[in-house]
């Protein structure tokens, strides 16, 4: 019988990521781990071995194929028995690259409350389990080995298609009851906009207030009104990476009752005023962090696959074809043929390393006119023909 370790607040894992960071890993994993739980979302896609995993004190069992999404309120750990080990794709990045793949910020609080009502476990169907792992590795390779340090582009693709691929078959993953303790960290992670206390929660979910105290403290070893800080904490640090929003704006927004507890609160965890962490952690990649920006290249990658021209675009998003281009050169340095043409060789690559598919069925699966424009334009990002890079 595995003995469960108890989770003590040290365990609290955070890698301090900015807004539109990712960080991407395959490991083998040969024992088990302490319970915890981290600062950003992961998604873990399980690539060959037996284990099981415990998500806020329930355990599933795991097999190939099996992708995972842990969201900052699952305190979990892996159990791996001896003599066993599990093989896995571990990709873990801010809610504020998941904000970035949401079309403008009208969808904040929808795209959080879609991940956090799914069931975290889901099968993929082999084909989409092999489309995923070549995507992942390809990323993992170009990550490693590519000169340029401008990821953005690419990170948001990766996470877009895991997104797609987890909403696609959620639908066919197992219904399970949850625990008191899950119920209420997702219930304080869905709705920290709103006045939470123990009192109301406790109301709402038909304990005792006393009882969530506990139940919150008994599972991740803070209090109360420590997690639900760090959770508005965690969406306001995400959101200033639209320069649209004030601090003042997203304090609201994020369930602060005043601006000076929003301020407070934000300096206990990031010793600094949320201005200055805008200042000094955005400027870098200030043009990237346009709401604009990003919802045009989401409305490209959405697209890329069809026929679709830049007029096509200036209709679905309202804005010019000069702005376009402006917000496109300054956020991921490329105009619209080039993003356009990057988004469908990389789809294409993917597809004839996972598939057994030609050059000439890929092209048109991947919205190119022929083979030649294809292969033309895939030699410009790899480098090589894609005979010779698939071989």
Not at 275 to 298: C, K, P
Not at 303 to 311: D, G, I, M, P, Y
Request: include cysteine.
């Amino acid at each position: 019988m595995v003995n469960h370790f108890p989770y003590i607040s040290s365990d609290y894992l955070s890698e301090a990521f900015k807004p539109a960071e990712l960080a991407i890993r395959q490991i083998t994993m040969a024992q088990s781990e302490r319970a915890h739980y981290r600062n950003e979302i992961e998604f873990i896609l399980i690539i060959k071995g037996q284990a099981s995993i415990e998500i806020n004190q329930l355990q599933f069992d795991l097999q190939p194929g099996n992708l995972i999404q842990l969201m900052p309120y699952h305190v979990h750990r892996f159990i791996i028995e001896q003599g066993q080990s599990l093989a896995i794709i571990q990709i873990r990045f801010s809610i504020g690259l998941l904000l970035l793949t949401s079309t403008n910020r009208q969808t904040y609080l929808k795209s959080i409350k879609e991940l956090d009502t799914n069931v975290p476990i889901i099968k993929l169907p082999h084909h989409a389990f092999s489309q995923l792992r070549v995507l992942c590795q390809e990323v993992i390779y170009e990550k490693q080995e590519a000169a340029a340090t401008n990821f953005e582009a690419l990170h948001i693709s990766l996470i877009s298609f895991i997104s797609y691929l987890y909403m696609k078959y959620q639908k066919q993953s197992q219904v399970m009851q949850l625990n008191p303790a899950w119920r209420v960290l997702q219930y304080v992670q869905v709705h920290h906009q709103e006045n939470l206390t123990p009192i109301n929660v406790a109301q709402r979910l038909g304990l005792a207030a006393a009882e969530v105290k506990s139940l919150i403290r008994q599972l991740t070893g803070q209090s109360f009104n420590q997690i639900l800080n760090q959770v508005r904490i965690r969406n306001a640090t995400a959101l200033l990476q639209f320069e649209e929003l004030s601090a003042n704006q997203i304090g609201t927004i994020c369930g602060y009752q005043t601006q000076a507890n929003f301020y407070k609160q934000f300096k206990l965890i990031h010793d600094m005023s949320p201005e200055i962490y805008r200042e000094t952690n955005l400027a870098v990649n200030q043009a990237s962090g346009s709401i604009d920006a990003w919802s045009i290249i989401m409305v490209i990658l959405e697209n890329c696959t069809q026929a679709f021209s830049l007029n096509q675009l200036t209709t679905m998003t309202h804005l010019s074809s000069s702005k376009i281009e402006s917000l496109l050169k300054n956020s991921v340095l490329m105009t619209f043929k080039q993003l356009l043409n990057r988004f469908r060789v990389q789809i294409g690559h993917n597809l004839l390393m996972a598939l057994d598919l030609s050059v000439a069925e890929v092209a048109g699966k991947t919205g190119f006119t022929d083979s030649s424009a294809f292969i033309r334009n895939y030699r410009k990002v790899y480098g090589d023909t894609p005979g010779k890079q698939v071989v």
